[in-house]
């Protein structure tokens, strides 16, 4: 039952964020497209660890970070006010490359020159 409640809040948590990161002022976070990624919470609500990323790449995902650590005390405000929690968790923000990284294998998998298989099996028919 305990985990099924972590489970609901840890999505809580990631929906809200995903609002509030986009009110946050600090041009280092409003300039950009942050994407949260993952969103783990301890089980006694204490700590919060957001893993987000950034389509602009990793230098400007570490960038972000830094404004988001500036703005944490906000994002934390806005998110108790919003959740009713009896105690908001303390937001520990880390930066991914993931958005990077499945853009880069998308262009990979796009270039290869994969003929498609139904030409084939019509080609064979034919002969």
Same mark, same amino acid.
């Given at each position: 039952?305990?985990?099924?409640?972590?489970? +609901?809040?840890?999505?809580?948590?990631?929906?809200?964020?995903?609002?509030?990161?986009?009110? $946050?002022?600090?041009?280092?976070? @409003?300039?950009? #497209?942050?994407?949260?990624?993952?969103?783990?919470?301890?089980?006694? &609500?204490?700590?919060?660890? $957001? /893993? #987000?990323?950034?389509?602009?790449?990793? !230098? +400007? @995902?570490?960038? =972000?970070?830094?404004? &988001?650590?500036? =703005?944490?005390? /906000?994002?934390? +405000?806005?998110?108790?006010? +919003?959740?009713? *929690?009896?105690?908001?968790?303390?937001?520990? #923000?880390?930066?991914?490359?993931?958005?990077? /990284?499945? @853009?880069?294998?998308?262009?990979? *998998?796009?270039?290869?020159?994969?003929? !498609?298989?139904?030409?084939?099996?019509?080609?064979?028919?034919?002969?």
């Amino acid at each position: 039952m305990a985990g099924h409640r972590i489970g +609901r809040t840890t999505e809580d948590i990631k929906r809200e964020l995903t609002s509030i990161i986009t009110t $946050v002022k600090d041009p280092r976070v @409003a300039d950009c #497209f942050i994407s949260i990624i993952r969103v783990e919470v301890t089980n006694d &609500l204490s700590y919060c660890t $957001v /893993y #987000f990323s950034v389509i602009e790449g990793i !230098d +400007r @995902a570490k960038e =972000a970070l830094k404004g &988001l650590k500036s =703005a944490s005390g /906000y994002i934390r +405000r806005e998110l108790g006010m +919003r959740l009713h *929690l009896r105690h908001t968790p303390e937001l520990i #923000f880390k930066a991914t490359d993931s958005i990077e /990284y499945s @853009a880069n294998i998308s262009r990979i *998998l796009n270039s290869l020159d994969i003929k !498609d298989v139904n030409e084939d099996n019509t080609n064979d028919d034919t002969e």
